[in-house]
């Protein structure tokens, strides 16, 4: 099998009338509530103890889903363990051929899928769009990454003997999944798991368990067992049974820091009956900065750093949460942020005109607003009031000035549309704050001299840096992501190396000598 | 028609080219300055060219302008030996001072070649020279990109200024009958550019009624403004990201009961769009069912956000929106000055253009119509077409020359895509300044027409 080189899948053209209409088409015809079934195998259990809504209209039921008792969570992987062998047999071009299937099965449902996430997450449409394309993207890039990785790694040969490294899937593999990439992070996740062989079980984020199923789906429709992959809809306990579980080998995560430190606390521990131990695969979150130097185009800058900081109510992990401005241009950016803020609409995902969604749920909601009330307390709001929609998980797009170096606001991940700026007298002190910090995920840099570029990339402790453009909307073979520090395990989805992490090396030597002579 | 258009060409485009008023006057060889030639020569060079034009005006001192020049040289292979001696004054206070004021004088005078004054009033001695040459002017307002309500509001208050100085500058000066009249009637004489991106901070590509109803009433004011005035205005189209909203917006806006009898108004199409030919239908068709006094003008140009677009388009996996090949966009460029031509006077024609081949081809198209002179207007871009414009005067053809105005800060992006425009590889201009002989500036567009 030869594969044509990877290319992104391109996002709807939406600056085209044509393709708004066909998005709103699929909207209205989309079916809700999706029912979301404990799917083991070929065993499906309904349920309706979980519910997904529309954060926009919370009396909407996207999703009625079953929720996956810890039970459930080791027949799943017990089931998955059971299909391991059979699927690490399968030769890598059958494993990569069912990703590319389930690709094709995704992008015959582009639209469909893209409401779906609209829905249920209140994803703006084209983030909703490049949402459903990253994960077309996952399932085309890792499919191509086993077929690469199956050829092992060159080793030194001499004579008499023969060397050779393969890597080898390592067993179930539990990920677990967050709602804000409802479909990109799950599948990412997922597919890099079966690309190399593991059997999955996917415990989708309790407030996306229709776009999980989605999943799951695509997964069984391109050919991957249904014995392989499992859908476990659920809440915190099914995580946590699963990361107990010794027969789980990698646990895939995205999502919360605390999450992600017990699981990483979890898995250090070899569990009864374990015969390896638990890898654990971490992105977890950050409190991303951006750079402004005094010879920053603000034209440019401003509209980006809105974007990154605003764009989907700021809950993505990449999200900008500070921006640190050089003294000089300070006053002349945080006018003109603020008045590019004061016209964000705030209003449902569903609407093209929107710039900033409801967030995910009424605790998000209220999270919000206590650290916007504690950033109007402890600094300044530059942001006038404006109106709400009346229902749905909104929050006001903020500014905060002014606040103290040890303020709350400057530290923790706040995941919403709240976006804080410190002056600072140089870069220099830019890079001494993030440094300080324990995180590092994503920062921003604005800056025309290259010298300052080269300075602050060699300062920088963050996973993905980007200089002179907004800091979200990684993009899978071109800007492989994921944070270092405190922020993860060092892991890039979407980059090459990404598949390592879901394979063990074993090395094979044989003497080739016999009698003296080489056979 | 085709050979008698194409013999009306070539006597219109060598009449043209022997009018020009010197060889060494040409625009490009006008930079009087080396580094234009050898950037266009030298990608690494242009781009660093390019940077330090661009951050000139976010440079804080003389020494932080040496800074940024040093640093962009620095990133530039084989440097000729001037710009070895200039890296080497960088490593010097003095000598940064130097260089840092010889790169910003540098700028500033490239720019004054392209922007004609810092407000409309210090343009007005550049704009009443060019009138007593037999050049219209439309001014064209640059400013900072527009983020903010209060940004927007303070453009539109710039350009209501701008009329007002326009139209009692252009009151006082002595008749000119060929930039006045054509056969439909009176031409307005104070002309302004509009940008309706300036006019809101809510352009949104997947959204585009928003920015449209933001952009609304300022763009109705100052039509308002225009028609008590007695001036023109003129919509500019930008990227393709924001088409839909300029496009349908004014015409939206001029087919309010309020603005049948006037102002004179205008939209631009842009021909290396491949889809030109159906906004062009959808122009007509407005033209057709709208009834106004003052024709719509429509200004053809080739369109200037050509790097943005392709790059734009290959960063989403799009295709491309425009003609990637000079020559395509050529055949569409005269196919659609024909039906311009042809569907007067629905509408009034601008040609914009300093090709001279195109420009000719109008000229041509339209005397073989049987239209006068006159009823074609022509336009060029002051800095880069004013030999063509000086030599079209000449022939007593009808001129405007589009004028940027604005202080230097506002004025880099423009600057910067001009320059950009013209070291191009396919340049008109580039391939004249480099004595591409007439017969092969003049010969027909060896492309393919855009499927209409």
């Known amino acids: ?519 | 028609m085709p050979e008698a258009l194409e013999l009306e060409i070539q006597r219109v485009g060598r009449a043209l080219a022997e009018a020009f008023p010197s060889r060494r006057g040409h625009p490009l060889k006008a930079l009087d300055d080396r580094a234009m030639d050898l950037a266009a020569e030298d990608a690494e060079l242009r781009a660093a060219l390019f940077r330090f034009v661009d951050v000139v005006p976010a440079c804080r001192s003389l020494d932080d302008l040496a800074a940024h020049l040093t640093g962009y040289l620095e990133q530039v292979h084989g440097r000729p030996p001037s710009l070895r001696a200039a890296m080497r004054m960088g490593d010097t206070k003095a000598g940064r001072a130097a260089l840092g004021a010889a790169g910003a004088a540098g700028v500033r005078h490239m720019a004054h070649r392209f922007i004609v004054g810092a407000d409309p009033a210090a343009a007005l001695p550049t704009l009443r020279g060019l009138w007593r040459h037999g050049i219209a002017a439309s001014v064209d307002l640059l400013g900072e990109a527009t983020v903010t309500a209060g940004e927007a509001e303070r453009y539109a208050a710039r350009c209501a200024e701008a009329l007002d100085t326009l139209a009692a500058a252009y009151e006082r000066m002595r008749d000119q009958p060929a930039l006045e009249r054509d056969t439909l009637g009176p031409i307005a004489r104070a002309n302004l550019s509009v940008k309706v991106s300036a006019l809101t901070p809510l352009l949104r590509p997947e959204a585009p009624e928003r920015g449209q109803r933001d952009a609304a009433p300022r763009l109705r004011e100052l039509l308002r403004r225009a028609q008590r005035l007695g001036a023109h205005l003129h919509i500019d189209m930008e990227s393709l990201d924001s088409r839909e909203a300029v496009l349908d917006l004014v015409l939206d806006l001029l087919a309010e009961p309020e603005f049948e009898e006037g102002p004179s108004a205008g939209v631009v199409l842009q021909a290396y769009l491949r889809d030109s030919p159906q906004t062009l239908d959808t122009i007509l068709d407005w033209a057709r069912d709208t009834r106004r006094a003052q024709p719509l003008v429509v200004r053809l140009v080739k369109g200037a956000y050509w790097d943005h677009e392709v790059v734009e388009a290959r960063q989403h996996g799009w295709s491309v929106p425009v003609f990637e090949r000079k020559a395509d966009c050529d055949v569409n460029f005269e196919a659609l000055t024909a039906r311009l031509l042809e569907a007067r006077p629905l509408v009034r024609v601008a040609i914009a253009s300093h090709n001279l081949r195109s420009v000719a081809h109008a000229i041509a198209f339209n005397r073989l119509l049987g239209g006068a002179d006159s009823d074609l207007e022509l336009q060029v871009l002051r800095g880069l077409g004013d030999d063509l414009g000086h030599a079209l005067a000449a022939g007593g053809l009808r001129v405007r020359a589009y004028c940027p105005v604005g202080d230097l800060v506002a004025g880099m992006a423009y600057l910067v895509r001009r320059l950009l425009e013209n070291t191009a590889n396919e340049s008109f201009l580039a391939d004249q300044a480099h004595g591409v002989p007439l017969e092969e500036l003049l010969a027909p567009p060896a492309g393919e027409a855009a499927p209409s």
């Open chain 1, 1 to 519: 099998m030869t594969l044509a080189p990877f290319a992104n899948e391109p996002v709807l053209e939406l600056r085209r009338a044509g393709e708004r209409a066909r998005l709103a088409d699929a909207l209205q015809a989309l079916e809700l509530p999706v029912r979301v079934p404990v799917w083991i195998g070929d065993e499906r259990r309904d349920g309706d103890e979980l519910h997904s809504t529309d954060p926009a209209a919370p009396e909407r039921v996207v999703a009625l889903a079953a929720r996956a008792t810890p039970a459930e969570a080791a027949g799943a992987v017990a089931a998955a363990r059971g299909a391991f062998p059979a699927w690490a047999a399968t030769p890598v071009q059958e494993r990569a051929a069912a990703l590319l299937r389930a690709a094709a099965w995704m992008r015959e449902r582009r639209a469909e899928l893209a409401a779906l996430a609209v829905r249920e997450c209140a994803k703006p449409w084209a983030e909703a769009d490049a949402d459903v394309c990253e994960a077309i993207d996952f399932l085309e890039f890792y499919a191509r990454g086993a077929v690469d990785l199956a050829a092992g790694s060159p080793l030194l040969q001499v004579a008499g003997e023969r060397n050779e490294l393969r890597y080898v899937p390592r067993g179930v593999c539990a990920v677990i999944a967050p709602w804000n990439f409802p479909l990109a992070i799950p599948m990412g996740m997922t597919a890099a798991a079966l690309a190399t062989g593991n059997t999955a079980v996917l415990k989708p984020a309790e407030q996306a368990p229709g776009c999980g199923l989605r999943v799951v789906e695509a997964l069984r429709a391109g050919g991957v067992p249904a014995q392989a992959v499992a859908l476990l809809p659920g809440e915190g306990d099914a995580g946590a049974a699963l990361a107990r579980d010794p027969d789980v080998a990698t646990i895939a995560f995205t999502g919360s820091g605390p999450v992600g430190l017990e699981l990483l606390r979890t898995a250090a521990e070899v569990a009864p009956g374990a015969r390896q131990l638990t890898r654990v695969v971490a992105e977890m979150g950050g409190k991303n900065c951006v750079i402004v130097d005094a010879d920053a185009d603000l034209d440019e800058a401003i509209p980006a750093i809105v974007d990154s900081a605003f764009g989907y109510a700021g809950q993505k992990c990449s999200a900008a949460a500070r921006v640190l401005v050089h003294e000089a241009i300070a006053d002349a950016l945080v006018e003109r942020l603020a008045g590019a803020v004061a016209g964000l609409q705030v209003g449902p995902a569903d609407d093209f005109a929107t710039d900033v969604p409801p967030v995910v749920e009424r605790a998000a909601q209220e999270r919000v607003r206590r650290y916007a009330q504690l950033a109007a307390r402890e600094g300044s709001l530059v942001t006038g009031p404006q109106s709400l929609p009346d229902d749905g998980w909104y929050c006001l797009p903020v500014v905060a000035t002014g606040l103290p170096a040890d303020s709350a606001v400057l530290r923790d991940e706040i995941f919403g549309p709240l976006l804080a700026v410190e002056s600072v007298r140089d870069v220099d002190e830019a890079c001494d704050r993030i440094d300080a910090l324990p995180v590092a995920l994503t920062g921003g840099l604005f800056a025309r001299n290259p010298r300052t570029v080269q300075h602050v990339v060699d300062r920088s402790p963050v996973g993905n840096l980007y200089v002179n453009r907004s800091t979200t909307g990684a993009m899978v073979g071109r800007q492989p992501f994921g944070g270092n520090r405190l922020s993860g395990t060092g892991t890039k989805a979407g980059g090459h190396d990404y598949l390592l992490h879901f394979v063990e090396p074993r090395v094979v030597t044989e003497n080739t000598m016999r009698h003296g002579l080489v056979v």
